[in-house]
């Protein structure tokens, strides 16, 4: 069974960094059009960052020059790296993506990581 585990959540003080990883447990394969969401209490699920199929990345507009999404092709994770942290990034993080299953490209979501920045 197929599923996307994410890591690397926890507790910083603002300013602070932390590092995220996304992984397909149950696949040989690597995660395409990887995307990154958060939805913080009360709020919307948002869209964090995300590689296209093309290779390009995009950024949610408060996270842009702070966060950086990047692909290890060797260990077949993404990656969201957080830095500058504000109390406002407190959220569960979702990693979300395509993985091939059964000669299908199926689309996966984690059960998500928690953020926590205190000020």
């Known amino acids: 069974q197929v599923q996307l585990v994410e890591s690397g959540g926890g507790l910083v003080q603002a300013g602070g960094s932390l590092r995220l990883s996304c992984a397909a447990s149950?696949?040989?394969?690597?995660?395409?059009?990887p995307a990154w969401y958060r939805q913080a209490p009360g709020k919307q699920r948002e869209l964090v960052a995300a590689i296209t199929g093309g290779g390009n990345s995009n950024y949610g507009n408060s996270v842009k020059g702070r966060f950086t999404i990047s692909r290890d092709n060797i260990k077949k994770t993404v990656i969201l790296q957080m830095n500058s942290l504000k109390p406002e990034d407190t959220a569960v993080y979702y990693c979300?993506?395509?993985?091939?299953?059964?000669?299908?490209?199926?689309?996966?979501w984690g059960k998500g990581t928690l953020v926590t920045v205190s000020s």
């Open positions: 149950g696949s040989i394969f690597g995660i395409n059009a």
């Open positions: 979300s993506g395509d993985v091939e299953n059964a000669g299908k490209l199926r689309n996966y």
